[in-house]
């Protein structure tokens, strides 16, 4: 199961762009890159998830590089209701799908 | 509404005084998690299910033990509760491998505080 690597926090202001980068070096071939977000003493919620290059959705983007060994997820204008913690997993449907590895995320601290 | 609940959100009990938590989703997923989560530790994996008497363990499965009788509930079970074990618990589900989705909807989660 492969595991990631986050910074353990960021600051950011309100109506800048937040870049979150996650490495997973050792990401198999199958593997898929999600990401959660978590408010405090609330589950985590889906944000987006992504097998390469670019995906976008309503909320954020998510970049991922040719050789996948990292992916960077991007939230645009963040506002003070964006600070959370963002978790980064590699692993899913179809092949790696039973353990899941949250590790201890980036604290996203976002000030007025 | 889709969602999984838990029960109880906050429990306070002594060492050794068995306890469930109920976990139940209405979403006829098949695959459902436990995970714990402390201050520095992120959320680890407690156990997992595939489905209906499928279950295998997660990373920190020692001192837990979990059952999958029916598809919506996976209960948490304590036998004899310590201390190391005050904790936040999360309850998840997922469409699974017949869904084609991994994406994990999480419960409210369950504060418990072993004395």
């Known amino acids: 199961l492969a595991k990631t690597t986050q910074p353990i926090s960021m600051d950011s202001y309100e109506g800048q762009e937040v870049n979150i980068t996650c490495s997973h070096n050792?990401?198999?071939?199958?593997?898929?890159i999600t990401w959660y977000q978590q408010f405090p003493s609330q589950g985590p919620r889906f944000i987006i998830q992504?097998?390469?290059t670019k995906v976008t959705n309503e909320v954020a983007s998510l970049f991922i590089p040719a050789d996948r060994k990292s992916s960077t997820l991007s939230l645009p204008r963040v506002s003070l209701s964006d600070t959370a913690v963002y978790y980064c997993?590699?692993?899913?449907?179809?092949?790696?799908?039973?353990?899941?590895?949250f590790g201890s995320g980036t604290k996203l601290n976002v000030k007025p | 509404e889709a969602q999984v609940t838990q029960n109880p959100r906050y429990l306070i009990t002594v060492t050794g005084k068995k306890l469930t938590v109920t976990c139940s989703q209405n979403?006829?997923?098949?695959?459902m998690s436990w995970y714990r989560q402390d201050p520095g530790l992120g959320l680890r994996q407690i156990y997992y299910?595939?489905?209906?008497?499928?279950?295998d363990k997660g990373d920190v499965p020692e001192g837990y033990k979990v059952s999958r009788k029916e598809k919506r509930n996976f209960p948490l079970i304590l036998e004899s509760p310590s201390p190391n074990q005050t904790s936040l618990y999360f309850c998840?589900?997922?469409?699974?491998?017949?869904?084609?989705?991994?994406?994990?909807?999480f419960g409210p989660g369950t504060r418990l505080t072993v004395l």
């Open positions: 998840a589900s997922s469409p699974g491998l017949a869904g084609g989705s991994d994406t994990q909807y």
């Open positions: 050792n990401i198999a071939t199958n593997d898929y």
């Open positions: 992504g097998y390469k």
């Open positions: 997993l590699v692993g899913g449907v179809p092949y790696n799908f039973n353990k899941f590895y």
């Open positions: 979403m006829n997923h098949e695959y």
């Open positions: 299910s595939m489905n209906v008497e499928v279950t």
